[in-house]
């Protein structure tokens, strides 16, 4: 039946009752998280169990959300490869560097593990429509969750999205507004109709389950590795789902006893165009406010006011962490090195991550010695026209 116990409001750690569909906290609205028996869950599973399970972000079921197995909704995420990367490496002085590739998750992207999750729990929980505000890829991972749960799904979008986004939510049977304007002109929309409608709406951290599908990321660095997490994790960062999830899934396997105190420092990184984080970790700011004019080709950074900054800016700084802005023309470039370097072709977004890393050698806040994992959060193939646009732009 599950370990999960209630969920408490990421302010006040008021309880909240976890078999109704919640969107925010009654007391602050602010996200929930929610709260498993780890003690419980610690003596139903061992680590060492894992490897015998399937090769998806499920094998984690018991810190998972869902109760009773039938309401999962999966296409196969998660569990995605950690790769070594040593020529890359080398070349830039940091021997061991990793990239976790998210371009092989289902729709492209990593906003599959979250969209897995959410919808599956609002399916157990009996919501049977969802609505979404979306830069591209949680519209695109919605869509096909939402296909295969056999739910409606209502996806409000940037018309200057990528196209792939478009077209992927179009033939997944969604049903897709396009916005003249960003990802939180969208969520507006949504808010003003949901009630109405009878949506239940799926926005990032405004329900509590998205980023429990992607700290799965988190358990799956400690697998991967041994059970020694690396030094130092590089995300691009937009509304920090996965950021703020990763560093609750450390503090649950610490709990279960899975891993010790030791922690990565995080690094967000952000795009030049559109950096609310990084601007907020600078000035010492416990939230970051919003990012007027927000402008970058890597879409999913296209966040200018995130409901969960206050969680990104705490886990950045307990980590010792820090947050860095790379250009469009530097990120860009770096599609080109990464891919032709690794073999693997990432998303503008993923791009970013070795644009950061480049900086923070230059910097020496990363050293030699650094473990460092570099997060792909989606593949190259949705961003076609972004890439044959920056070569023109480059006459090449
Ligand atoms: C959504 C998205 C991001 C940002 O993720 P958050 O967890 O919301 O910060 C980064 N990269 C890609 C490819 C995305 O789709």
Redesign the pocket.
């Known amino acids: 039946m599950g370990f999960l116990v209630d969920l408490i409001c990421t302010r006040c750690d008021r309880s909240h009752e976890k078999q109704k569909l919640w969107n925010l906290s009654a007391c602050c609205e602010a996200p929930l998280f929610a709260r498993y028996d780890l003690e419980r869950a610690s003596r139903s599973v061992d680590r060492a169990d894992l490897p015998g399970r399937e090769a998806t972000m499920w094998r984690y079921e018991e810190v998972l959300p869902v109760e009773r197995a039938a309401y999962r909704v999966s296409l196969g995420e998660g569990f995605t490869p950690l790769l070594r990367v040593d020529a890359l490496g080398k070349r830039l002085g940091v021997p061991v560097l990793y990239v976790k590739d998210e371009g092989v998750n289902p729709t492209g992207?990593?906003?599959a593990r979250g969209l897995s999750a959410a919808i599956s729990r609002a399916v157990e929980l009996g919501a049977v429509a969802v609505a979404i505000p979306s830069?591209?890829?949680?519209g695109g991972a919605t869509a096909a969750y939402a296909a295969r749960a056999g739910l409606t799904a209502h996806i409000f979008m940037p018309a200057d999205a990528p196209e792939a986004n478009m077209v992927e939510c179009r033939q997944l049977g969604a049903q897709l507004t396009l916005v003249d304007g960003l990802i939180t002109d969208c969520g507006r929309l949504v808010a003003d109709r949901k009630a109405e409608e009878g949506w239940f709406d799926v926005s990032?951290l405004k329900e509590p389950y998205r980023v429990e599908g992607?700290k799965t990321m988190g358990y799956e660095l400690a697998e991967q590795l041994g059970w020694a997490l690396p030094d130092v994790v590089l995300y691009?960062?937009?509304?920090?789902?996965?950021?703020i999830g990763m560093w609750k899934a450390f503090d649950e396997m610490e709990a279960m006893g899975w891993i010790g105190s030791a922690r990565p420092r995080m690094v967000a990184v952000q795009a030049a165009g559109c950096a609310p984080i990084v601007r907020a970790f600078e000035t010492g700011a416990e939230s970051a406010g919003f990012w007027e004019g927000a402008e970058t080709v890597a879409s999913?950074?296209r966040?200018p006011g995130a409901v969960g900054d206050f969680l990104m800016l705490n886990a950045i700084r307990e980590s010792r962490g820090t947050a860095v802005a790379v250009t469009d023309g530097a990120l860009l470039a770096c599609v080109d090195e990464m891919a032709s370097a690794t073999g693997i072709f990432p998303?503008p977004?993923?791009a970013a991550t070795l644009a950061g890393l480049k900086k923070l050698i230059e910097d020496g806040w990363i050293s030699t010695e650094d473990r460092v994992v570099l997060f792909n959060?989606?593949t190259g193939l949705k961003y076609t026209e972004t890439m044959a646009a920056a070569d023109h732009a480059d006459g090449g």
């Open positions: 992207s990593f906003k830069a591209g890829n949680a990032t992607k691009p960062t937009g509304g920090g789902t996965g950021l999913g950074l966040v998303a977004e993923g959060t989606g």
